[in-house]
């Protein structure tokens, strides 16, 4: 039973443009988003988070949004960059654990001049 | 910081063969997480620790698969014996526990493991 999931395995945007990566879950135990940024044959690394009692958090080109009615969150990168390129994690934290995550497949971002 | 640390980077091994990932976490962090990643099921946690103890081992797939901490800067994750199946990259990531709600996790490197 996937709990968060990524829907769009791969997006193709013009540099400059909007990126919007999307992720929904199902449990409503969650009380802490992040999205990680992963390249090739590296580890993930921690991009930006949201608290479940917020909507929004921005933080440079990057913002992410959540609709808890919807239990759906959304990466948005503006301008999108070629260096922006690599894949995205959505995870949602367990509330009461161990800053337990669990993680979404991923969306491979690609981002061309 | 020298950041998490995993090895070997890269294993090749035969079907039926024991297979050892290590990782060393940051120190001072005192949560330490095995993950597994596929192409199917993307980033999969495994088994997570804390103050060395396992916390939850329920995303250990097989008996075949085993985890230990023996102290805060060691971790092991063996695979005995070893299936093509298990071919996939192992991530090992570990985290504070500051109290802030901020805290994130940080990963290593990953070991990217091929059963032939």
């Known amino acids: 039973d996937q709990q968060v999931k990524q829907n769009s395995p791969s997006l193709s945007v013009q540099e400059g443009r909007i990126s919007i990566l999307n992720c929904d879950y199902t449990n409503s135990m969650f009380d802490y988003f992040l999205w990680y940024k992963k390249y090739p044959a590296e580890g993930p690394t921690f991009l930006i988070s949201?608290?479940?009692?917020?909507d929004k958090n921005e933080d440079g080109r990057f913002t992410v949004f959540l609709n808890k009615s919807a239990k759906h969150l959304s990466l948005h990168i503006v301008p999108s960059q070629p260096g922006d390129s690599a894949v995205y994690f959505c995870?949602?934290?367990?509330?009461?654990?161990?800053?337990?995550?669990?993680f979404g497949a991923g969306t491979r971002l690609a981002v061309h001049p | 910081d020298a950041g998490v640390i995993q090895s070997p980077r890269h294993e090749v091994t035969e079907m039926g063969q024991e297979v050892t990932l290590r990782c060393k976490p940051i120190?001072?962090?005192?949560?330490l997480f095995w993950y597994r990643q596929t192409m199917m099921r993307g980033l999969e946690l495994l088994i997570y620790?804390?103050?060395?103890?396992?916390?939850?081992d329920s995303g250990m797939p097989e008996d075949r698969f085993s985890a230990k901490m023996p102290n805060a800067s060691f971790s092991t994750l063996k695979i005995q014996p070893s299936e093509p199946r298990d071919s996939a990259v192992y991530f090992c990531?570990?985290?504070?526990?500051?109290?802030?709600?901020?805290?994130?996790?940080?990963f290593g490197p990953g070991t990217r493991l091929l059963v032939l």
């Open positions: 990531a570990s985290s504070p526990r500051t109290g802030r709600l901020q805290e994130t996790q940080y």
């Open positions: 949201i608290s479940s009692i917020k």
């Open positions: 120190s001072g962090h005192n949560s």
């Open positions: 995870a949602a934290r367990v509330s009461g654990g161990y800053n337990k995550l669990i």
């Open positions: 620790f804390n103050n060395n103890v396992p916390i939850d």
